[in-house]
């Protein structure tokens, strides 16, 4: 009787262990989850567009800044002085353009009463059309002065987060050279890796529950946006600008993993910040 008992429980215990398993490889295969994933974001990295010393910094390192706030400003007397000069450049061309306009029309007058011959009227019609171009280009120059002027204080293109500020008062920036980081606070997504054994079981539309490590009893929604259509390959025989994804171990050969682009469609309990780590688990789309 106590044989018969423990069969009976050893076999209990066997089947309920290979339904359980049946159940979890069924889950994972048909509803793929993850434990590797990260939070991205957007970076727009700051520059100036024109060259100079930084007079003045009224932000901090890490700080919050909304669209059009300033975060730094250049010496603008050089552009100041560049702005006065072509503005007097174009007073002058003005005033030669006057002057031949003025030439123009003498001209006009004597050879409509045969005082003067052709040749003359043609000569005065060339120099007021090269005086009517040199107050073109003098105003194009003033424009240009006053971009550059405008350039000097630079402002925050997006809503966003500063991070690694590494500058201060008095450091000479070039135009083009990348100074500050700026996250983009609307552009906040979860990059999750499948296995590509799994990739036929996601699908756009798809849902997706996301927790972050330390936090698996708050979870917030997500939504799959994409799935990439390729990673870098080593040999060669692939392009650099494709995702690279390392092998979580060298010497066994495993499916190789595919980022798949999820939008965070519900409220994290913590803010997003780039490179945290999270769990996904998704559903087949409604």
Known sequence: MKKSTAFLVTATVVVLAFLTSLGMWSRYTTKPWTRDGQVRANIVGIASRVAGPIVQIPI????????????FEIDPSTYIATVNNCGAKLQQAQAAQIQAKQELD?????YQTKVNDLRDLQNAQDSYAAAEANTAAAQADLQTAQLNLSYTKIFAPVDGYLTNMNTSTGTYVYAGEQLLALVDASSFWIAAYFMETQLHHLQEGGKASITFIGRNNEPFE?????????????DGSTVDLLPKVSQTIDWVRLPNRFPVRIKVTGTPPIPLRIGQTVSVSTSPAN
């Open 60 to 71: 901090r390192d890490n700080q919050q800044v909304k669209k059009g706030d300033l975060l």
């Open 106 to 110: 003498r001209q006009t007058t004597l």
């Open 222 to 234: 997500g939504l799959i946006e994409s799935i990439a259509w390729g990673i870098f390959d080593p």
